[in-house]
């Protein structure tokens, strides 16, 4: 019996070895799937329902970016074919296992050309095995955990959590070089990604860490670790948590009479998120941002912003105007555009090169002086720069230029 | 010293909370028997309802009395379309049947309203008072008087009116009730709707510090199941006071417990649970039912 086993698995292994043999070099010349000449298919995985149904909007932005190219005709690819855009979305409540189911139904049986726009770190991890394996292209990650771009078919989007930690070292330093920073962090990879990369970066100053408490998304309240953070004599607080807990913390940081001075991570940051806390508990608040800033009422003459607008009415999106997290799917959309413009084959290689080798790709949304640019096999980040705002109880306003770190993401 | 008295404060803030929705899952328990899982979800229907009313330009006053009284109605509703039919069935069937409410009314605002959070509009004053260092904020201060004021009532009424006497009787026993003339089916949608109030009531309270949102309900849920089986499954006073007691034992416990620390703070309310019944299996107010052989 153990022996049938063996010489089967030996079979198998011999089967294995020769399709791989034989399948390998013409992987290569065959087109890959999801792509035809007039179209390319591609497949997102995001939370729709589910308690963190928010970060939805990512694929409603992502649409509503798509929308407008495919009713102009197309997207003109380098190979000389003109494609319009097949979206697939499926819902995954942001459950890691089911992100993964939803990822193989995509390849598997609706056949998608890449998935796009991920949403969730360890939703990420949970898919890399398998988008190595079958070779699909992961493009374009909502995670800021961005040690999960090593592996070949995978490339991020929103920039490290560690290029956000040294872009509030950088102020903290510059501005309050004594400062006792108290930190709210979320108790996931998020969180502490980024207490490692701010505690390197302000090692060796006059600033340190004097407290810091983890959050989970299933705590009802924060106040007990907020008090406790109050109590440590801090001056500073660093909030690095979802929106419910960041708004929680900034209204509690000025009713409590504690009035630090706030910095508030990019991902709880946006006017949306904040205003259940009372807009004057947020005045001052400081975040970092990459995204422009969008008020529908006075859009002002920036072209991209106006453009938005413009797709944001006739995509009827459900999102609101000023939701960062559907901004973000707006310029992921816009980003998965250009890759496709410089595609030079219909293949799946093709896409990871473009995606791997973009050199300063202006977005719509992107703030002025912020762009994409990757290079193969160094540089894996697309956005490395922050530029600092401070909000004044009615919008955000720029605090100095933007911050870069292009090719030097801070590694933690 | 000061922060041991900031924490308790907190504590019996959060503990507030807790009790809110432990008081109407013992009411709903006193009246029919039943564990209602979906409670804190029709909650937030209720408020999310009244937050709509608002918007449109409603007093809040009346949108409360108004949404008010519909939750009485959808409590009612909701027992003769899905409680009614399964009442005769067994105990894991009902259990499943309630959280589908939870499943069902939880996707229901999420359709309606999206994820984000909202607003909803306080009813007490936002400040507080420093005493000595340690914060009291108004907000607190006023949902416990309310939340006691509420159990104090409640219990009252179940234990000195023919109204609550009749509401106990035909949860403790349908068919003898029916013998004695009780009209046991009215009775049963009295308390699923006293209980939607209930609920509503505490979702209303606590929805300016929780913010609005579909889920705003669900990490408490745990914390409230706890709280009704510390203070005893039949006592409304008893749910309020567990509320507390497990609210102050997280913040402290959290805090000054450095092996528990922030991470394993959920663990509390259930240790707490779990000695309190080890020494006494009813719960604190809880009263044990003598079968006679």
Request: net charge neutral; glycine share 10%.
């Amino acid at each position: 019996m153990q022996l049938l086993t063996s010489s089967r698995t030996s079979l198998a292994l011999r089967a294995f070895a020769l399709a791989v043999f034989v399948a390998g070099p013409l992987h290569a010349q065959e087109p890959s799937p999801g792509i035809t000449d007039d179209a390319v298919k591609i497949g997102i995985s995001g939370p729709l329902t589910g308690p963190v149904a928010a970060l939805g909007a990512i694929a409603d932005g992502v649409r509503t970016r798509i929308d407008p190219i495919n009713a102009a005709g197309g997207i003109k690819m380098a190979d000389g074919k003109t494609r319009k855009i097949e979206l697939v979305v499926e819902d995954d409540g942001l459950d890691p296992q089911r992100t993964l189911t939803n990822v193989r139904k995509l390849a598997e049986r609706e056949e998608v050309f890449a998935v796009l726009a991920t949403a969730g770190t360890p939703n990420n991890q949970a898919i890399g095995r398998y988008i190595t394996q079958r070779s699909v292209p992961n493009l374009f990650m909502y995670s800021g955990v961005h040690e999960l771009s090593g592996p070949e078919w995978e490339i991020g989007f929103v920039p490290s959590f560690t290029t956000e930690a040294a872009t509030f070292a950088k102020y903290l330093l510059d501005n309050k070089p004594q400062a006792k920073i108290a930190l709210l962090y979320l108790n996931t990879e998020t969180g502490q990604t980024f207490q490692a990369a701010l505690e390197s970066a302000i090692s060796g100053s006059g600033a340190s860490i004097v407290a810091a408490q983890p959050v989970t998304s299933a705590d009802p309240t924060v106040e007990t670790q907020l008090s406790t953070l109050k109590a440590s004599g801090a001056d500073t607080l660093v909030v690095i948590t979802g929106p419910k807990q960041g708004a929680e913390a900034v209204r509690f940081a000025t009713e409590s009479g504690w009035k630090p001075t706030t910095l508030v991570s990019n991902i709880a940051a946006s006017i949306a998120s904040l205003k259940p806390a009372g807009l004057e508990n947020a005045k001052g608040v400081i975040t970092s941002q990459f995204l422009k800033q969008v008020n529908a009422s006075a859009p002002g003459d920036d072209a991209g912003v106006k453009r938005y607008l413009a797709d944001h009415a006739a995509a009827q999106s459900k999102f609101s105007t000023d939701d960062a997290l559907g901004q973000s799917g707006y310029a992921i959309g816009d980003a998965l555009a250009k890759v496709l413009e410089s595609m030079k084959a219909p293949s799946r290689e093709a896409m990871m090169e473009a995606a791997r080798n973009l050199d300063h790709t202006q977005l719509d949304l992107l703030l002025p002086g912020i762009t994409l640019t990757t290079k193969a096999g160094e540089d894996v980040y697309p956005i490395e720069s922050l530029q600092l705002f401070q909000f004044d109880g009615a919008a955000y306003q720029p605090l100095g230029d933007v911050i870069s770190f292009e090719g030097k993401t801070p590694k933690h | 010293m000061v922060l041991f008295f900031q924490l308790l404060i907190d504590g019996l803030a959060s503990g507030a909370i807790y009790a809110s929705l432990a008081l109407a899952l013992v009411l709903i328990f006193r009246a029919t028997r039943i564990v209602n899982f979906g409670q804190g979800e029709m909650a937030t229907l209720s408020a999310y309802c009244a937050w709509q009313l608002c918007e449109w330009g409603v007093p809040i006053a009346l949108s409360l009395l108004i949404v008010g009284a519909a939750s009485f109605l959808l409590g009612v509703l909701v027992f003769r379309a899905v409680i009614k039919p399964v009442s005769k069935a067994s105990t894991e069937t009902v259990v499943v049947v309630t959280l589908g409410l939870f499943v069902f009314f939880q996707a229901l605002c999420l359709w309606l309203w999206g994820a984000d959070q909202r607003a909803f509009p306080a009813m007490f004053p936002g400040g507080g008072w420093d005493i000595l260092g340690v914060r009291v904020t108004a907000s607190t201060l006023g949902i416990l008087l309310v939340l006691l004021c509420l159990a104090a009532t409640m219990g009252a009424i179940f234990r000195f009116t023919r109204l609550g006497l009749a509401m106990r009787a035909s949860a403790y026993s349908s068919e003898k009730s029916l013998l004695v003339g009780i009209r046991v089916e009215r009775m049963l949608m009295l308390g699923w709707g006293f209980a939607a109030t209930t609920g509503f009531i505490a979702a209303a309270l606590v929805g300016p510090r929780l913010f609005l949102s579909p889920t705003m309900m669900m990490p408490i849920l745990l914390y409230a199941l706890a709280s009704a089986t510390l203070g005893g499954w039949d006592s409304p006073l008893g749910a309020l006071v567990g509320g507390l007691i497990v609210g102050v034992a997280e913040s402290l416990g959290a805090t000054f417990l450095p092996f528990i620390g922030a991470d394993l703070r959920v663990v509390i309310p259930i240790a707490v649970t779990l000695v309190i019944l080890l020494v006494r299996p009813v719960g604190l107010f809880g009263s044990s039912t003598v079968v006679k052989v």
